[in-house]
Every structure is written in C-alpha cells, then in structure tokens.
C-alpha cells in the first residue's frame, strides 16, 4: 500500500493555482498609457493563443474586470495572455536569463507605455509595455 503524503502549505499552492484557472484575463482594452502594476506569476500555461501566465496582484492589489459571467467584478488574481507587446517586453528583459518565458514566482512590474495602433483593418490597437521582472534564480 501506498502512502501519500502532503502538507498546508503544497494544499495552498493547489488552491491558488485551482482559483487562477477561474480567473479573468486582463486583455488589450484593459491596458491605458500609464496604467501599471506589479504582480507575482502563480502558474504558467499554454493555449492555442499562445503563452499566458496567472498571477496574484501585489500593486494595486485588485482591480476591476470583467469575470467569465460578463460582469464587472474586483478581483486580485487575473491572467496576462500573450500580447505582443508584453512578449516583446519579456524577450528583452530576459535575453541573458536561461528561461526566456515567464517561471512561476516571478514578480513582474508591468507599465503600458502607449498604444500603437492597428495598420490593418480587422486588428486590434497593440498597447507597449515597459517591464521589470525580479527572478529568485537569477539572485542567487
């Protein structure tokens, strides 16, 4: 017979990756120029739209969006999905770092720099980011 094992802490860290994966996502229209925030990566994931990450808010530590049921709510955990801007933002901040994407604990300050907008009927209007991102493994 088996015998499993596990504790508060690894229970909590399945209760927050279970609660991201209920979470909004923050999309293009979300962002503004200036708006900003600072966040930690709780899980990285995979889609057909590409690469997105849920994180817990740090600064502010909620904000207002839209939840899977179209109604406007606070919430302090969201997801970031694979705007281009962000990505091209996380590819620089990263070039010297051995994982390029995002890893989870990750603490990421996000700054929307402006919009560029869309050349292409039919697109959307593109926001720019500036990025910092504080990686435990890179400290040490």
């Given at each position: 017979m088996?015998?499993?094992?596990?504790?508060?802490?690894?229970?909590?860290?399945?209760?927050?990756?279970?609660?991201?994966?209920?979470?909004?996502?923050?999309?293009?229209?979300?962002?503004?120029k200036?708006?900003?925030?600072?966040?930690?990566?709780?899980?990285?994931?995979?889609?057909?739209?590409?690469?997105?990450?849920a994180?817990?808010?740090?600064?502010p530590?909620?904000?207002?969006?839209?939840?899977?049921?179209?109604?406007?709510?606070?919430?302090?955990?969201?997801?970031?999905?694979?705007?281009?801007?962000?990505?091209?933002a996380?590819?620089?901040?990263?070039?010297?770092?051995?994982?390029?994407?995002?890893?989870?604990?990750?603490?990421?300050?996000?700054?929307?720099?402006?919009?560029?907008?869309?050349?292409?009927?039919?697109?959307?209007?593109?926001?720019?980011?500036?990025?910092?991102?504080?990686r435990?493994?890179?400290?040490?």
């Amino acid at each position: 017979m088996a015998i499993l094992k596990g504790n508060t802490s690894q229970g909590q860290e399945i209760a927050k990756r279970e609660q991201a994966a209920d979470a909004p996502f923050l999309s293009a229209n979300f962002w503004q120029k200036g708006a900003a925030l600072t966040c930690e990566v709780l899980s990285v994931h995979k889609s057909s739209n590409g690469p997105y990450v849920a994180v817990k808010l740090i600064d502010p530590q909620s904000v207002e969006v839209y939840d899977n049921a179209g109604d406007l709510q606070e919430h302090s955990i969201v997801r970031i999905g694979n705007l281009a801007g962000i990505s091209l933002a996380r590819r620089a901040a990263l070039r010297e770092a051995k994982n390029k994407y995002f890893a989870v604990g990750d603490v990421v300050e996000l700054t929307c720099t402006g919009i560029t907008p869309a050349t292409k009927e039919g697109y959307s209007d593109s926001p720019n980011f500036e990025i910092g991102i504080d990686r435990k493994e890179l400290a040490a």
